[in-house]
């Protein structure tokens, strides 16, 4: 039996660890988040231990996160005002990046794999875990395909979202944060928070609407698309 001081130190000892190599060699790819997930899943396997376990001597983790998107919130604060004299325009981009989030990953999804759940998880993808995980319920999508691939794009976009947007000619801060928080919620905005207060501010922004504008379309476009596929 695993206990909470012995999960929280090794944890905390594993992602420091990675964190120091990142730093020291300077590689976008060697994500201490990404690098402590894999270590915790083989070590889990490797040691037989059931991840109920883990995850019950992990309970203070669990609150620090939930502090810690609050804090998110504080960059958003000091850039409001910005916001206000663009907020038509930051709509109507969050708009589209949800649509198009939406509509593309389910009619891929539907064209490749023909499996409807599987359409369905991977539709929202790119959403805040809570949300995602009670939509994804409403329409009988797979749960855990879900909570996978928000994993996946929250970790994509950490480690090549900014590398990428900025192959293409995307290099405002503001444009950044939008596309980050938009498309890899939560992983991404603290990610890229490390940059800047402004990349920070506009992926809470974007992650705290998008989450919203899906909540709203999603268990309406689902089943549409559903209809004519």
């Known amino acids: 039996m695993l206990t909470l001081l012995f999960s929280c130190a090794v ?4 992602y420091q660890g990675f964190a120091k190599l990142q730093a020291t060699l300077n590689k976008v790819w060697l994500n201490p988040m990404l690098l402590t997930v894999l270590t915790i899943i083989a070590g889990l396997l490797l040691f037989d231990i059931e991840y109920s376990s883990y995850k019950a001597a992990s309970t203070p983790f669990s609150y620090l996160l939930e502090l ?3 804090i998110l919130g504080y960059p958003l604060y000091q850039h409001l005002h910005s916001m206000k004299q663009q907020w038509r325009m930051i709509g109507i981009i969050l708009l589209a990046g949800a649509l198009i989030a939406i509509v593309s990953s389910f009619i ?18 790119s959403i805040t875990t809570p949300i995602a995980i009670a939509i994804t319920e409403q329409l009988n999508g797979n749960l855990a395909i879900t909570a996978f691939t928000i994993i996946l794009a929250g970790l994509f976009g950490a480690i090549w979202g900014i590398p ?12 950044q944060g939008l596309a980050i928080g938009t498309s890899s919620h939560a992983l991404g905005t603290a990610t890229i928070s490390q940059i800047s207060y402004q990349h920070a501010a506009y992926s809470s922004l974007a992650l705290i609407l998008s989450a919203t504008i899906t909540a709203v379309i999603g268990p309406l476009l689902i089943p549409f698309l559903q209809t004519i596929l």
């Open 68 to 70: 810690a998107v609050v």
């Open 11 to 14: 944890t905390l000892l594993i």
């Open 164 to 175: 990428w947007l900025t192959f293409i000619g995307v290099t405002s801060a503001n444009a």
């Open 108 to 125: 891929l999804a539907w064209f490749i794999i023909a499996q409807p759940d599987v359409a369905v998880s991977l539709s929202l993808k």
